[in-house]
């Protein structure tokens, strides 16, 4: 009966959970709820016993949890069961359902990725990671299945269990190596793990919305608007399957059921500014329904009122600015963009349908590459393109006349919230030495504006899973090897030189092999490498004064005008 | 309906040409700034105009407004007059009660004039105001330089030199850079524009010496400040003024000197430049010739000056403009009062929305 007191702090969970294990009998009525609670912390999944796992390697390591504290205290609180007592031990349950809630919404991957909700990348990475890691004995073999998909495994830890005679020392070590995967200035930013799958979502989720998320999560639905766009369109379909129950109003109820799809939603991604301000309309929509108003009636207001503000606020928004976006194309431009913006799309998409002829200039930056698809959408429509990555920037920026930006969120001092790269591509705009300066022009519904202010891009900023880094490294560098045939010909042609520069050659061209051969990436197992860290950041923020003008749907800004937009905008 | 009115429409506008209205209400009144000419002519329209309908007159209204555009070299100094009165007009249509829509059409019509009338006469105080609001700038001792002739400016100059109480009191010198341009294009006729606000401040005990444009960089080491009149203040808050305004500018910003802008609000234009470039207009500013090309033109101008063939309206060089950014301004003295380059937009967009 003390477990839920134990359960209670976290203390020093992760240490003690790596000894147990290896040793196996402590008491298994502390081990579930601890197990539970520490995954919230570096996730620690380690499970108390291979045998009750494998009894129940079916549920999630949380359900196995729970069943097993019930097991343990039931023999325990057989006899005697006061009313206190009792009392205690449905406070015990219930501090167990908790964590273990709290640990499923945390964990990523849990079943997920043997799931298959889909090829997504972290999930294949992380299990990658985990069957490289140091084979260990038998217990690996019984809980390798159920582990496999959770997140944050961290494998050395496993190889090292079995060995923990050796003491928590090497524990206390291996948590510490492990915490400084998290770049330290980002640290803040790590909180919360993506979920990996809709497993242990709230029962008051919507099936639009656990769609939703998954693709959010995996980048289907990318971009600031698409992701406004399908959230608007998800939750009218949750309020066209809404009833409500009885004894509540719609007024009142509905707010608390969108607020369960809301919270699933941003276990998958963070929320962008686009759909917090969405939301918060459509929430004010909701409490200003008068509650005399018959359901029905009430119901379709609001799915018009979705309707209207996404047409209002995002298509015709973005017919008008890419309408006067448009106007400040000339002919003989070249249009440097970075990644893919839907609304620059169209906006050079309009142009060029207005007959002005432009080049444009596409920056891609890695991992998301969503410039690829901008660059093929704009060469089939008859534009001429030109697509380079970030690293490509100076070369690009060399002939350009106008850099064209999509936005995240305008903030309101000004700045611009991006995709990461953009103040990179900004800056070199603005910076470039001895030439002329290149206007920065930045396409922004007004739906995007945000009354935080943004000083710098660690603050406020968004962690994508690193592993993307890792996996999404491109299969074979293949090109510029040298060929082993011609370095040869080189030799024999040039007797003289060529013997000393041919072995040189052919080492390389070794080694450049055996890199291929091993891994697809030499990155992919950072996470057992020491003193390795990968950070991968979502976006970052552009300085005002780099920006020239935000066009949006209210007419052309200057950044400094963007809180007295949004203050009328939001008073509207 | 849409016929009718069209036929209306080009009645009306035969009888009145609005382009020769604008013109002599320019050259009439030497004080008149052309968003107010404008503005003027568009309300001597409505009155000339037998329009009965509200689409009627705002459709009579855009099609001459559209015409004067035409026949401006420069409209931009007046499309900020002509949509002002057009926003204007819209917007106490919108409004609702007797004067609304559903209001009768002939108390709608006067009332407009009326107010018009109104509007018009406040845009010439507005002048005053703006002294009032800069005179605090000119100090004691200090040296303005300042270029352009600018009649906000020299209000501005003349009441800081009128409020020190008369010749003895004055003690601020100016700087005039005087524009060559008109000189070189064989006008030496013509004085340079603002001679005649050098002469009045002279009158005024106020030294003034005038310098050429190319001595501004040599000169402004003696100055305390910059103070120029604008054509335009666009959506960012740089101006659209006369041609030379734009480096007097970047002089200032290198030298360090502040660099303050004259204007009216009746002069903000929803116009966003994006460089000297992005003008909605077009300059012969900068050509380049070699002499077959100049060989050609003397022919063509020959053979022009015997057709008298119809040419595009073409900004003569004396009349070109350039475009300050706002990074270049300290401030922006209005009858709004003084501003900085980032308020404008907010000004703009409480008169837009």
């Keep these: ?572 | 309906m849409a016929t009718s009115s069209d036929a209306a429409a080009a009645d009306v506008t035969k009888p009145f040409d609005i382009v020769a209205t604008y013109n002599e209400l320019l050259r009439s009144d030497p004080d008149l700034t052309m968003p107010i000419a404008a503005i003027e002519a568009l309300v001597l329209l409505l009155t000339h105009s037998a329009s009965s309908t509200i689409s009627e007159t705002l459709d009579l209204l855009e099609k001459s407004t559209a015409h004067l555009k035409k026949a401006i070299p420069n409209p931009i100094g007046l499309s900020a007059g002509t949509d002002l009165f057009q926003r204007y007009l819209i917007t106490t249509l919108q409004r609702p009660g007797q004067l609304g829509p559903a209001g009768d059409f002939k108390a709608i019509r006067t009332h407009l004039l009326s107010n018009g009338r109104l509007f018009i006469r406040r845009a010439k105080e507005s002048r005053h105001k703006i002294a009032a609001f800069g005179r605090g700038f000119i100090r004691d001792g200090s040296t303005v330089l300042t270029n352009g002739g600018s009649r906000a400016v020299a209000s501005l100059l003349q009441k800081a030199a009128d409020d020190e109480g008369g010749p003895s009191a004055v003690r601020f010198r100016v700087i005039y850079v005087l524009s060559s341009t008109s000189q070189t294009l064989g006008q030496s006729s013509e004085e340079p524009e603002g001679m005649e606000t050098v002469r009045a401040l002279r009158e005024k005990g106020v030294p003034v010496a005038t310098i050429p444009e190319s001595a501004v960089a040599y000169a402004l080491g003696k100055a305390d400040m910059v103070i120029v009149g604008a054509e335009g203040v666009v959506e960012n808050g740089g101006i659209v003024s006369r041609m030379g305004t734009y480096q007097i500018g970047l002089l200032a910003k290198a030298i360090g000197k502040p660099f303050y802008v004259v204007a009216e609000s009746h002069k903000f234009v929803r116009l966003y430049p994006l460089g000297q470039y992005d003008l909605p207009i077009e300059q012969r500013v900068i050509e380049f010739q070699s002499e077959e090309d100049i060989a050609e033109e003397n022919k063509q101008q020959a053979a022009k000056t015997d057709a008298n063939a119809e040419t595009p309206i073409e900004l003569p060089l004396c009349d070109s403009v350039d475009f300050t950014p706002p990074h270049l301004i300290s401030a922006l003295i209005t009858d709004s009062g003084v501003l900085t380059p980032s308020a404008v937009s907010e000004e703009l967009i409480k008169i837009w929305f």
């Design chain 1, 1 to 572: 009966m003390t477990d839920p007191a134990a359960a209670s702090q976290p203390g020093p969970g992760p240490s003690v959970n790596a000894a147990q294990p290896a040793t196996e009998t402590p008491t298994p009525k502390t081990l579930p709820i601890r197990d539970s609670q520490s995954a919230k912390g570096p996730a620690q999944p380690e499970q108390p016993s291979s045998k009750a796992k494998d009894a129940t390697s079916s549920s999630s390591a949380g359900a196995t949890a729970v069943a097993s504290t019930e097991a343990s205290s039931e023999p325990a609180a057989d006899k005697p069961l006061t009313p206190a007592e009792l009392k205690k031990k449905a406070k015990a349950e219930k501090a167990a359902r908790r964590a273990r809630e709290k640990g499923e919404r945390d964990q990523a991957g849990g079943g997920g990725g043997g799931a298959g909700a889909g090829p997504a990348a972290p999930g294949a990475a992380s299990g990658a990671g985990q069957a490289r890691a140091p084979a260990t004995p038998k217990k690996d073999a019984a809980g390798g299945a159920p582990q496999k998909g959770q997140r944050g495994v961290p494998p050395p830890r496993r190889g090292s269990a079995p060995v923990t005679q050796a003491g928590a020392v090497t524990a206390v070590e291996q948590k510490k190596k492990k915490e400084d995967k998290n770049v330290a200035v980002f640290g803040h930013l790590y909180g919360q793990q993506r979920r990996t799958t809709v497993a242990g979502a709230a029962k008051e989720v919507h099936p639009a919305v656990l769609a939703l998320g998954l693709q959010m999560r995996d980048y289907v639905v990318c971009g600031s608007s698409a992701r406004c766009v399908a959230t608007l369109l998800a939750f009218k379909r949750v309020v066209e399957s809404y009833t409500t129950p009885l004894g509540t109003s719609l007024a009142r109820h509905l707010t608390t059921h969108l607020s369960h799809q809301i919270t699933y939603l941003s276990t998958c991604r963070p929320l962008s500014i686009s759909q917090g301000n969405a939301i918060r309309s459509l929430k004010l929509a909701i409490a200003s329904v008068d509650p005399a108003t018959p359901e029905s009636t009430a119901k379709a207001t609001l799915c018009d009122f979705i309707d209207s503000f996404i047409r209002e606020k995002i298509t015709v928004a973005d017919q008008v600015i890419a309408g006067s976006a448009a106007q400040k194309i000339q002919d003989g431009d070249v249009i440097v963009t970075f990644a893919g913006s839907s609304i620059v799309k169209q906006t050079l998409l309009a142009a060029h349908k207005e007959g002005k002829r432009f080049r444009v200039s596409i920056i891609d930056s890695r991992p998301l590459f969503e410039g690829k698809n901008l660059a093929r959408a704009l060469a089939t429509a008859g534009l001429d393109v030109q697509y380079s990555l970030v690293h490509g920037i100076s070369h690009a920026i060399k002939d350009a006349t106008k850099v064209f930006l999509g936005a995240h969120a305008m903030t309101s001092n000004g700045r611009l919230y991006s995709r990461v790269g953009t103040a990179l591509v900004a800056m070199s705009a603005k910076e470039r030495a001895g030439g002329v300066e290149v206007p920065v022009i930045v396409c922004c519904e007004t739906v995007k504006f945000t009354d935080r202010v943004a000083l710098d891009s660690i603050v406020v900023n968004e962690i994508a899973d690193a592993d993307e880094l890792v996996s999404a490294l491109p299969p074979h560098q293949i090109t510029g090897l040298p060929d082993p045939a011609a370095a040869s010909a080189a030799a024999s042609s040039d007797p003289k030189k060529g013997a000393n520069r041919a072995s040189n050659a052919t080492t390389t061209s070794d080694s450049l092999k055996t890199s291929l051969n091993t891994s697809s990436s030499p990155l992919s197992n950072w996470k057992e490498t020491p003193n390795l860290q990968l950070l991968n950041i979502m976006y970052d923020v552009t300085p005002a004064e780099y920006v020239d003008m935000v066009v949006t749907e209210m007419g052309s800004l200057p950044p400094s005008a963007v809180p007295i937009v949004h203050r009328m905008s939001t008073n509207m």
